[in-house]
T-cell receptor
Framework: DAGVTQSPTHLIKTRGQHVTLRCSPISGHKSVSWYQQVLGQGPQFIFQYYEKEERGRGNFPDRFSARQFPNYSSELNVNALLLGDSALYLC????????????FGPGTRLLVL | QQPVQSPQAVILREGEDAVINCSSS?????VHWYRQKHGEAPVFLMI?????EQKGHEKISASFNEKKQQSSLYLTASQLSYSGTYFC????????????????FGEGTQLTVNP
């Protein structure tokens, strides 16, 4: 079975620009979560979606938004990029939202110049 | 609310054992353990659920003390491939399997296994 896929793998943007990151969950998984991992730290929760509805939001500014599509794939959007947004963005999929293993995709490495 | 991991780093020789600890000040619903190699995504190792259920790899063992909100990951007879950063992710919840949830990760324990 295919694992979690993310695109693109790498991205370079400049301050003020907008970025869209994409994630396809494991087949059969209905929950997608997004995490930001800054170098040297653990992943930090951004959003969780289940059945196309937002089920959780972390402590991130409104510049961050996401959505989930009928096929359970998801997009993470970040507006007005700041240098501090440079990080590895990870998508994790699971069957449900609680007490379930979350499987991470390979991530998108974003560099903001 | 971030869980605290200890030690921050550990260096082993192949074949030696190690224990990585994770503790939280909040009541936990589950604890998830991952290993991440440099430049790669975290790989699932083990999930420990409140109530005693565990799911994970056969060669990995862990414990979850619900009263103390502590979990430990036991790495025995370490191999070179065990090198990486180990993260625990804690979950607080209990409102139902489709309610919102999030994993809160510790800062990681860097494990190096030398020949």
């Amino acid at each position: 079975d295919a694992g979690v896929t993310q695109s693109p793998t790498h991205l370079i943007k400049t301050r003020g620009q907008h970025v869209t990151l994409r994630c396809s969950p494991i087949s059969g998984h209905k929950s997608v979560s997004w995490y930001q991992q800054v170098l040297g730290q653990g992943p930090q929760f951004i959003f969780q979606y289940y059945e196309k509805e937002e089920r959780g939001r972390g402590n991130f500014p409104d510049r961050f938004s996401a959505r989930q599509f009928p096929n359970y794939s998801s997009e993470l959007n970040v507006n007005a990029l700041l240098l501090g947004d440079s990080a590895l963005y990870l998508c994790a999929s699971s069957l449900f939202t609680q007490r379930e293993t979350q499987y991470f995709g390979p991530g998108t490495r974003l560099l903001v110049l | 609310q971030q869980p605290v991991q200890s030690p921050q780093a550990v260096i082993l020789r192949e074949g030696e054992d190690a224990v990585i600890n994770c503790s939280s000040s909040k009541a936990l619903y589950s604890v998830h353990w991952y290993r991440q190699k440099h430049g790669e995504a975290p790989v699932f190792l083990m999930i420990l659920l409140k109530g005693g259920e565990q799911k994970g790899h056969e060669k990995i063992s862990a414990s979850f003390n619900e009263k103390k909100q502590q979990s430990s990951l036991y790495l025995t007879a370490s191999q070179l491939s065990y090198s990486g950063t180990y993260f625990c992710g804690t979950e607080r919840g209990g409102r139902g399997e489709t309610s919102g949830s999030r994993l809160t990760f510790g800062e990681g324990t860097q494990l190096t296994v030398n020949p």
